[in-house]
């Protein structure tokens, strides 16, 4: 051995080499995923000697293997990691044999971190999905398999870790193969191939293990060195989602981003997606200046022939191959946040570098990932994984992703935290939606507020049940009919016997009610009206999408900010003493939650002034904001 390295680095790839061939180890947490790791990179000989010093030393501290080197150690790499034992993000890590080079995700295996295992598999051709031999097949081993067939991952390897625990038994090797391809047998997988392996003595993992005489299957490394991943991105039709509008000056306008899949050449004819405005390429450019033709993976310039309008998020495609581009459609949404994912609630959605508003408006299943059964749910709960139709704000260039995992793939973001909440695969478009199409009127809002002389407006009050919201609402009302202002007050307890009496209380339900309710606002003051509406609407998501329903300045939020003390003395509907008493449940304030308003045009305590009087201060703010119309 080198007196300086554990050993030399690869010998040079042979003339038979495969190409670069990227998986992901995954399981339930402890399966041995990171010693796994820490195994192939110790077999392929690629670790310094003062890197296997420190591990050796930090096995003594962190360590999980007595005396010996923990290889887990090499890819464990974050300090709370090491503490706790367990992989938090993902690692990626290169080695290489003779015949082909390697890039390995290791991702955590602890059901929290559900988003990093997933953000591994999109990037990945095979899975390695672990087992410890004394545990089996458990549900999240379930949850990981079904995760890597949805991201279009084709190829597994079952390895049946810590076989040596279990006295190299192959009847427990044939169970857990067994109890796994009963479950994953309507995954799609295109192979899968069960090894028996010891990660910590490398039992089957570079070479054939003396211990496991019945096994006559490949090692694990002969079995990666011979896989063949499916078809390239390069295959695929040309895809170029567009990040930047490239003009330094007037004599240039190109378009960067990066070739998401397929081949352009210079000449080629191309289309935008959503418009479908035609052109050429006339130049490519890259890191090096022109060049004739870009494949998958670079990142170029393009120049067209024509000026056609083109914004960051449009994607260029063939002619006769164009993505379906649309506001509806059905996807798999794996959930990733600590918060719900609710029909109606509106998120961003990022596909490609396309951002833009969406809503959940039914889902149609949640997969139960024992079983694979498709169960009814009216939410998605952290790690769920549901079959969902979706509506976006505009129409959106898509691919299924089935056929295209770079054009069919989107996250949803909470609109507020910035969270990822959700990861998505495009399944197919809503057909309807391309036979739906906005009407133009011949009288528009202006005209209709100006035959009223008003400016329409949303006078939205929020606030706790009994905090005065729609006795405050009824108080303006009359000021403003007094004054001549065309007015209608929604109210909740007023729509929920009628447009909503089918909704009930669950969170659920109140995010569905005020949708409805914000869709009917809007209407009214289309029509020029003022429009008064009054709703508990306890989450600042809903309240944000009634207001980006209405155009600039015609949302006024008033928040009837009364202490839920005040409103349990009042109680004017004996509601409060009800829920207390827990024969309501999911009574706001008291078993679900009110986001108060952070930044509203109007805050209203009621302590100390009589509804009257704070009647008479929303008026004076709406006159300020009215001016003389």
């Known amino acids: 051995m080198d007196s300086h390295r554990h050993a030399a680095m690869p010998k040079q790839p042979g003339p038979d080499q495969r190409g670069l061939l990227r998986f992901l180890t ?8 990171s ?33 010996e080197v923990d290889l887990a150690l090499l890819v464990d790499g974050l300090e709370a990691e090491r ?22 995700a290791d991702t955590p295996g602890h059901e929290q971190y559900t988003r990093n295992m997933a953000t591994g598999a999109s990037n990945s051709d095979l899975a390695i999905i672990l087992c410890d031999a004394r545990r089996g097949v458990l549900t999240q081993t379930r949850r990981h398999a079904y995760i890597c067939s949805l991201l279009g991952i ?37 192979s899968m191939m069960p090894i028996p392996v010891s990660a910590r003595f490398g039992d089957n993992v570079s070479s054939p293990s003396g211990n496991t005489p019945w096994y006559r299957g490949p090692t694990l490394v002969a079995h990666l060195e011979q896989v063949e991943p499916e ?18 000056n007037q004599d240039f306008r190109g378009f960067s981003g990066t070739v998401a899949s397929g081949r352009v050449v210079t000449g080629d004819a191309v289309v935008v997606a959503a418009s479908g405005k035609a052109s050429s390429v006339t130049r490519i450019l890259g890191p090096g200046g022109d060049q004739t033709a870009a494949v998958a993976g670079d990142a170029v310039t393009l120049c067209l022939a024509d000026e056609v309008d083109v914004a960051r998020g449009d994607v260029l495609a063939p002619p006769a191959d164009r993505p379906a581009v649309t506001d509806q459609f059905a996807a798999h949404i794996l959930w990733m946040d600590e918060e719900p994912l609710l029909p109606g609630r509106q998120y961003l959605m990022r596909a490609g570098n396309l951002w833009t508003p969406v809503s959940v408006t039914s889902i149609r299943h949640r997969v139960d990932v024992n079983t694979l059964e498709h169960q009814a749910a009216r939410r998605l709960d952290l790690n769920e994984i549901g079959f969902c139709n979706l509506s976006a704000a505009q129409r959106v260039p898509l691919d299924p992703y089935a056929e295209n995992r770079q054009t069919g793939a989107f996250v949803l973001v909470d609109r507020f935290s910035n969270r990822t909440a959700g990861a998505g695969m495009v399944a197919f478009s809503l057909r309807r939606a391309t036979n ?17 002389h008003q400016k329409p407006l949303a006078i939205w009050f929020t606030g706790l049940s009994g905090s005065g919201k729609s006795t405050i609402a009824k108080l303006l009302e009359q000021s403003l009919h007094a004054e001549g202002r065309h007015t209608y007050t929604l109210d909740g307890d ?8 089918d909704l009930g209380f669950t969170d659920a339900d109140r995010v569905e009610n005020i949708r409805r309710v914000g869709e009917v606002a809007k209407l009214f003051v289309d029509a020029g009206l003022i429009v008064l509406c009054s709703f508990i609407s306890p989450f600042r998501a809903e309240r944000q999408m009634v207001r980006e329903m209405m155009g600039e300045g015609e949302f006024i939020e008033v928040f009837v900010d ?6 349990i003395r009042r109680d004017p509907k004996g509601l409060y003493a009800r829920a207390i008493a827990g024969t309501i449940r999911n009574f706001t304030g008291i078993s679900s939650p009110y986001e108060a308003p952070e930044t509203p045009e109007l805050r209203i305590e009621t302590q100390g002034q009589t509804p009257e009087e704070a009647a008479a201060r929303v008026l004076a703010h709406l006159r300020g904001v009215m001016g003389s119309a």
């Open 26 to 33: 995954c399981g339930s947490v402890d399966d041995g995923k």
């Open 35 to 67: 010693t796994l790791i820490g195994r192939l990179l110790f077999d392929s000989r690629l670790i310094m000697e003062d890197t296997l010093a420190a591990i050796t030393k930090d096995s003594r501290k962190h360590g999980t293997v007595g005396e």
């Open 83 to 104: 503490q706790q034992g367990i992989t938090i993000d993902v690692a990626y890590r290169f080695f290489a044999t003779p015949r082909r080079s390697f890039i390995v």
């Open 154 to 190: 084709r190829h597994v390897v079952l390895a049946v870790n810590k076989i040596d625990l279990v006295g190299f038994d192959q009847a427990v090797f044939d169970r857990i193969t067994g109890d796994f391809s009963r479950f994953a047998a309507g995954l799609g997988f295109h």
């Open 231 to 248: 078809a390239e991105a390069a295959s695929r039709p040309f895809r170029f989602p567009v990040q930047w509008v490239n003009r330094p």
């Open 436 to 452: 739906i199409h906005t009407e133009e009127f011949l009288v528009d809002k202006a005209a209709r507020a100006a035959l009223d």
């Open 494 to 501: 007023n729509l929920r016997h009628g447009l909503n009496r």
């Open 562 to 567: 009364t202490p839920i003390e005040d409103c």
